[in-house]
C-alpha cells in the first residue's frame, strides 16, 4: 500500500458525456469537474484520488481487482451498469476496504428499471441525489469509514 491511501474513483458508461447532454438530469458539471471536487475533499482528509472512466464493464472489473492490496478504498459511479452488473457487484465484494456507491442523480425517483442497484449490497454506502457536491460527501463518507477501521484495529 502507498504511504499515502489511495481513493479508487470509478466510473462507468456514458459519464464521460456528463456537461454536454441531458444536464436537466445531471447538472452542467463535467466529468473532469467532479474529479477534481473528489481530489480536493481527498486532499483535506491527506488521501489521493486515482479515476478511470470506461465504458466497457471488463475494464471496471479489471481495475476493482487490481485496486485490492494497493488502493485504500474505492468510490463508484457505475452508471446503467449499477442496475445490472453482477460481475461488478463480484468484483466489489473481493475489495477489502470501503466501497461507496454513487449517483449524481437519485435513481430511486426516476424510472423503475434504474430503482434496482446489483451493488448497493456490497457498497458501505450510497450517496445519490446530491449531484455534483455527491463527490465531495462520497470521498468524506470514505475517510469516517476509515477513520472507524483504523480505530478498529489501534493504527493511527
Ligand atoms: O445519477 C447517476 O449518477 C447515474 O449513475 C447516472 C447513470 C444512470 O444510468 C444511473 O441510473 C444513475 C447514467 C450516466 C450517463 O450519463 C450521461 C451524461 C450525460 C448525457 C447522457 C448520459
Redo the contacts with the bound molecule.
Keep these: 500500500m502507498p504511504d499515502r491511501p489511495v481513493v479508487l474513483l470509478l466510473s ?4 464521460n ?6 444536464p436537466e ?2 447538472g452542467a458539471q463535467t466529468l473532469d469537474d467532479h474529479v477534481g471536487t473528489a481530489t480536493t475533499a481527498a486532499e483535506a482528509a491527506g488521501l489521493d484520488v486515482e479515476h478511470l472512466q470506461s465504458n466497457h464493464e471488463g475494464v471496471l472489473v479489471d481495475a476493482i481487482q487490481a485496486a485490492r492490496g494497493r488502493c485504500a478504498a474505492i468510490v463508484i ?4 451498469l ?2 445490472y452488473s453482477w460481475s461488478l457487484h463480484d468484483a466489489l465484494a473481493c475489495f477489502e476496504g470501503p466501497v461507496v456507491e ?6 430511486a425517483e ?1 424510472e423503475p428499471w ?1 430503482h434496482l442497484s446489483v451493488i448497493e449490497a456490497v457498497a458501505d454506502a450510497t450517496i ?1 441525489g446530491f449531484g455534483g457536491d ?1 463527490y465531495r460527501l462520497a470521498v468524506e463518507r470514505v475517510t469516517d469509514l476509515l477513520d472507524d477501521a483504523d480505530a478498529g484495529t489501534g493504527a493511527p
Design positions: 462507468g458508461p456514458n459519464l458525456l456528463l456537461g454536454d447532454r441531458q438530469i445531471y459511479n457505475a452508471g446503467a449499477t442496475h454513487l449517483h449524481i442523480s437519485n435513481p426516476r434504474r445519490a455527491g
